[in-house]
T-cell receptor
Framework: GENVEQHPSTLSVQEGDSAVIKCTYSDSASNYFPWYKQELGKGPQLIIDIRSNVGEKKDQRIAVTLNKTAKHFSLHITETQPEDSAVYFC?????????FGAGTTVTVRA | DTGVSQNPRHKITKRGQNVTFRCDPI?????LYWYRQTLGQGPEFLTY????????KSRLLSDRFSAERPKGSFSTLEIQRTEQGDSAMYLC????????????FGNGTRLTVT
């Protein structure tokens, strides 16, 4: 099955700086790569996704890049704000079920 | 669209007891998924339904676990003879079944087995 690895496990950034989270996947058949944000006591919330026919996608301060040849994808958050503090998960899917990374705890320091 | 609803939010039970959780998906969604999340880990797939049909079960889902979606709407997940290793967050998600359709998660049921 699909194996998704995520780095780093924790990330502390100064407010206003950028944050980058990287993921790799194992199954070359995967073609859908969403990112989720999870706040304490809540379920994961989809923040952005990318499909394999696209190399980059941007939504305001959030961008994702995908390198299918190398089987890795990344999340970039610019101009970080305190409300960006949360756990972020990458995931990969080739069919109907998602395989998740272990998560990155992002702390934005004021 | 009221989102995916899960009940109860928290459940504390003693080892050996049975527990049942409920999930109400987004009303127009025909696919419903159950995931389990332990502390410090990402969600792990357990099972999913297309309408009322259960189409796949993960090997994580031992024979003490059973899930149903009798009318293709809400779903229940039952754990019999709970063990301490069952302590986790149980997440329900739904989508419209389209290829790589985004998954929408509920806020989960946190189970603690003492």
């Amino acid at each position: 099955g699909e194996n998704v690895e995520q780095h780093p496990s924790t990330l502390s950034v100064q407010e206003g700086d950028s944050a980058v989270i990287k993921c790799t996947y194992s199954d070359s058949a995967s073609n859908y790569f969403p990112w989720y944000k999870q706040e304490l006591g809540k379920g994961p919330q989809l923040i952005i996704d990318i499909r394999s026919n696209v190399g980059e996608k941007k939504d305001q301060r959030i961008a994702v890049t995908l390198n299918k040849t190398a089987k890795h994808f990344s999340l970039h958050i610019t101009e970080t704000q305190p409300e960006d503090s949360a756990v972020y998960f990458c995931a990969a899917s080739g069919d109907y079920k998602l395989s998740f990374g272990a998560g990155t705890t992002v702390t934005v320091r004021a | 669209d009221t989102g995916v609803s899960q009940n109860p939010r928290h459940k504390i039970t003693k080892r050996g007891q049975n527990v049942t959780f409920r999930c109400d998906p987004i009303s127009e969604h025909n696919r419903l998924y159950w995931y389990r999340q332990t502390l410090g880990q990402g969600p792990e797939f357990l099972t999913y339904f297309q309408n009322e049909a259960q189409l796949e079960k993960s090997r994580l889902l031992s024979d003490r676990f059973s899930a149903e979606r009798p009318k293709g709407s809400f779903s229940t997940l039952e754990i019999q003879r709970t063990e301490q290793g069952d302590s986790a967050m149980y997440l329900c998600a739904s989508n419209d079944g389209g290829i790589n359709s985004p998954l929408h998660f509920g806020n989960g049921t946190r189970l603690t087995v003492t």
